[in-house]
């Protein structure tokens, strides 16, 4: 009776550590890709650049989506985009990382 008390706890014990040690690795890798799809972002040109999804093979479940907008702070720009994205995953639950950058027709340094 002891023993099964104990394995129940171990087993009990060993899927949360399992359960946070994998959404901390999903985590991590889909910051990665999210830094990964900004930059791939930022090396093409302006006009090419548009909402659009994307497949997240590396994450269960993992899908992603660019959203470029030109209206920023309420009024519509030429010049510069507003580029949101996202990387969503299903693990016990929905997550999701998101970070948002602006691109500028001119590009950096001009």
């Keep these: 009776m002891v023993i099964s008390i104990l ?8 899927s949360t550590v399992y359960t946070s040690n994998k959404t901390a690795e999903y985590y991590s890798n889909a910051y990665k890709l999210l830094d990964s799809k900004i930059e791939s972002t930022k090396r ?3 006009d090419s650049i548009v909402t659009s999804n994307f ?13 470029v907008s030109n209206n920023i702070d309420g009024s519509a720009q030429t010049d510069i ?3 949101d994205v996202v990387i969503s995953w299903d693990f016990k639950k929905s997550h999701q990382v998101r970070a948002v950058t602006y ?3 001119a590009g950096v340094g001009r």
């Design 7 to 14: 394995i129940s706890g171990a087993f009990s014990l060993f």
């Design 44 to 46: 093409q040109s302006f």
């Design 55 to 67: 497949a997240v093979t590396e994450l269960p479940s993992g899908q992603g989506t660019v959203t």
């Design 81 to 83: 985009k507003q580029v």
């Design 103 to 105: 691109i500028a027709k």
